[in-house]
RNA sequence: GGCCCCGUAGCUCAGUUGGAUAGAGCGUUUGGCUACGAACCAAAAGGUCGGGAGUUCGAAUCUCUCCGGGGUCACCA
């Protein structure tokens, strides 16, 4: 990437600077080399004459100057200068720059990846909602999220795998059954208290349909089947259902997890009982009020947490710590990437101290959490309780939407930002999200290619590298050389949402450029053969990285778009 | 009350991990198609970066403190 070269070329400077006494001899700081904030900054600009001069004692401006002087020959750097209070600007040699370009053709979708993750394997576990009801649209910015992260690693060179964990095992389910069951009875016409949805029982309309449908379907089976019997079998139905209809709305996002993990799996093959036993032989674990506790405070939590209950079942995070050490010491993944909702912001510090209590390296799990999706309809602010059942469905909102321009949007804003949805102006705006503006700029790209290809102009190759000069070339050029380095960042620093920053910016430099530098010549604008090809591979490139960040972020890179498309109605 | 996230243009949000004159979209005003796609482009207006103090060559970014918004503190998940 052009930053560790130019990295590389700065540092060789100061060493050799050192070597001939023009430095003193002092350790190097870290040092930044980014593309300035403003254009006349030249392409690069280094601030290690600033971070050393303390240390060196010498002004910067002067250290500056020697780490120029003392720059190794290279044909990369065309231009150093020292500016402002230290900074080394640093201006690209041109022909480096069109070969760069070139080369973005060459590797055929290629560009922009990285090898950071060196092949090491990352899960990556993400929305696991509850099989007790629909999803709702708030769990799309999970989703968005943990699916753009899995491509961004894998971009990276890492091994990943997508997981969905279902909690086919808590004691919500059981509940959920008696929802079901009631208005099972209701729809078969029964009357008085048995079709009452108990105290902290589902309400919501989808159980009502669910179990009309049953009630069709099944006649009088659960009716007259005994209670003890009816309540877990309706349960597993009613969570198979909804696991279906999960996984079709992931499918409608074109989402496809690795893994469907079932917690059920870590209760029959006797993990969760065996997690308790191994937490007792290394003395986490205390009885207490006919419980069994596990003693988090001791490794640093605010409070100690049930792992049995007094009446002999198992508590929630028993499973989980089940399933984390099944993550990494069962299936063997170096890195394990949990996210969560801000809600669960309460058992991170559980999660890691349970981590440390079986012997595994917190380190190697994140939990990424995300703020909260506020759902509203207009100004009335929607309550996310599916237990209330007042929930705008996630399948509405891509029906509504279109998945496109669901997945944009939900990384439209960095996880740690709270988030408004407002179904009303989603469906409103739909036309306006800016995913079709890039997706605008890359059918142009295809556009042109397709016109140069009709008028008989073969496709651009390498050997159409030109340096670029104007300064609209230039400026998209600068962004092309850049972008693997912005995909490397992102994945280091776990944060998709710069993915859809990136596409609109390159968007708009495309569409700049488009405006100011004629590619095919026409009657008004006569072009020699040199700048239409040096201009065709730089539209082509453009497409190449176009298409990859959005591939990266989730949605299609069309050749062509039409107003028919419009997903309003 | 403890812990976590947020507070940046009228609105919604970025801000490359401490750098040069703080940006984008939407909205407002104005201009631009006989041209490779106008779902586009350009210009203008719009800011005590919540308030205050500190750290240093340099702070939207780090520390402390206060104010405001959200989340969370169960033998629920």
New binding site residues.
Partial sequence: MARDELAGLIERAALAAQARGLLPDVKLPEF?V?????A???DY?T?LA??L??AARMS?TAIAATLIQSLPANDVIACAEV?????I?LTLNPQWVARRIAKILEVDGAYGNNSTGGGRRVQIEFVSA?PTGPLHAASGRAASLGAALGNLLRASGWQVELEYYV?DA???LAVFGESILARYLAARGVTGPRTEVPKEGYLGEYVTEYATHLAAEHGDRFEVMAIEDAIPLLARMGAEHMIERHRADMAALGIEFDVWFR?QSLHDSGDVTAIVDELRQRGHVAD????VWFQTTALGD??D??LV???G?P???TADIAYHRNKFITRGFDKVIDIW???????V?RMKASMQAIDLDPERLTIL?H??V?LRRGAEVVTMSKRQGNIIALSDVIEEVGPDACRFFFL???A?????FDLELAKRQA??N?V??VQ??H??T???L???SSRGIDPPTGADAAPYSHPGEIALVRFLIHYPQVVA?AA??L?P??LT?AA?EL??LF??F??D????P?D??PLDTATVRSRLLL?AATRAVLAHVLSLIGVSA??????S??PTE
Avoid at 34 to 38: F, I, L, N, S, V
Avoid at 341 to 347: E, F, I, T
């Fill in positions: 930044t980014e593309p300035p904030t403003r006349e900054h030249g600009a601030n600033m971070r001069a303390r910067p500016a402002g209070a230290g900074f600007n509850n909690n808590g004691s919500r917690e207490r009020d006919g419980a605010d409070r947490n049930v209950r007094s009446n079942t508590g929630y995070m909702g801000a809600d669960h912001q309460g058992h510090g959490l703020q909260m506020v439209t804003r960095s740690d930002s709270q988030m408004d036309a306006d800016p079709y503006y605008y700029s059918a142009r295809s556009s042109i397709q016109v140069a960042d280091t620093d944060e949402h710069r920053f609109q968007a708009s569409n700049a488009y405006r530098c004629r590619v095919l026409s008004h604008v539209v069309p050749d062509r778009m039409d107003r498309d419009e």
